[in-house]
């Protein structure tokens, strides 16, 4: 399976890297072209208010769009799980998003740069996951499809609705190759 990771902005290479060590194909994703050749899509932290204005000038916010509504399985964390929510709360104006996760998700939710934190997550079938949050957003409201798998003060900060998967955090920061590899075997 080729899994493309949308490398317009944030951190790709810690993602391509977590791929490579579970013996996926990661593609660096920054043109429709190669968004044509994966099977699935990561979207990484970063800004989601960048990465949605980098969407528009590279021409790849529609493909995506399209691929996604047509059931292509993605993998968002932090910024990413923005980019993926149906409702974006505290975004800029013209910030735009795919809404394929009936999810409400508020920017910067814990706090500023300096309210990042790490924290033991305890996740749905995996157990006890270390988890990086860095200016991160919390999930406010969940769609009836929406099955949380982890939260943190009763804010859920793991999700799933079908093949579309999104994290509040950065699992491609903390060397735990389980999250990736359970995102890859439920697309698969
Ligand atoms: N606060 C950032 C945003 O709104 C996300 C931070 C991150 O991806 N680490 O996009």
Redesign the pocket.
């Known amino acids: 399976m080729k899994v493309g990771v949308l490398a317009l902005q944030?951190d790709v290479s810690e993602h391509a890297q977590t791929l490579s060590d579970l013996g996926a194909d990661p593609v660096e994703v920054r043109t429709p072209d190669a968004l044509a050749a994966i099977d699935a899509l990561i979207l990484p932290?970063?800004?989601?208010?960048t990465m949605s204005m980098l969407l528009e000038s590279s021409g790849l916010f529609e493909p995506i769009a399209s691929r996604l509504d047509d059931g292509m399985p993605a993998f968002g964390?932090?910024?990413g799980m923005?980019l993926l929510a149906k409702d974006v709360l505290d975004g800029r104006a013209d910030q735009r998003s795919f809404g394929v996760l009936d999810i409400a998700v508020r920017?910067?939710a814990f706090g500023r740069q300096v309210d990042s934190f790490e924290s033991e997550l305890d996740v749905d079938g995996l157990g006890t996951v270390h988890a990086v949050f860095?200016?991160?957003?919390y999930v406010e409201r969940v769609g009836d499809g929406v099955e949380v798998l982890a939260r943190v003060d009763d804010h859920p900060v793991l999700c799933r609705e079908g093949r579309v998967f999104a994290a509040a955090f950065?699992p491609e920061l903390s060397g735990d190759l389980r999250l990736h590899e359970l995102f890859l075997r439920e697309v698969s």
């Open positions: 944030g932290g970063g800004e989601s208010t964390t932090c910024a923005i920017r910067n860095i200016r991160a957003p950065h």
